[in-house]
Nanobody
């Protein structure tokens, strides 16, 4: 089982930037035939939504429309870590951000992910 730990959340003004990190342990992700890492977020009273994802071996990336051009997902294979660089942040980006992993290909549905981090709060003030 893969364990995930996020870091890097905080309070930032609108237009600012944050970089989230998610360190995986328990398995070396590159040893898995097919593994996909995603970032999700959940605002109060709302469902958890997919924000961005990356296929671990091939590096293909995927973004929700609201994140395109502002967020960048990347991975460091040697460190078993995935990142989410968030620029031009908006108040509506305020949420708890979670990283998640699943064996297989890209999937938008949170229910399809088997490993989850504890979440990190991102607050964007106007």
């Amino acid at each position: 089982q893969v364990q995930l730990v996020e870091s890097g959340g905080g309070l930032v003004q609108a237009g600012g930037s944050l970089r989230l990190s998610c360190a995986a342990s328990g398995r070396t992700l590159s040893s898995l035939i097919m593994y996909f890492m995603g970032w999700f977020r959940q605002a109060p009273g709302k469902d958890r939504e997919f924000v961005a994802g990356i296929s671990w071996r091939g590096g293909s990336t995927y973004y929700v429309d609201s994140a395109k051009g502002r967020f960048t997902i990347s991975r460091d294979i040697a460190k078993n870590t995935v990142y989410l660089q968030m620029d031009s942040l908006r108040p509506e980006d305020t949420a708890v951000y979670y990283c998640a992993g699943r064996s297989g290909t890209m999937n938008y549905r949170a229910s399809e992910y088997t490993s989850w981090g504890q979440g990190t709060q991102v607050t964007v003030s106007s």
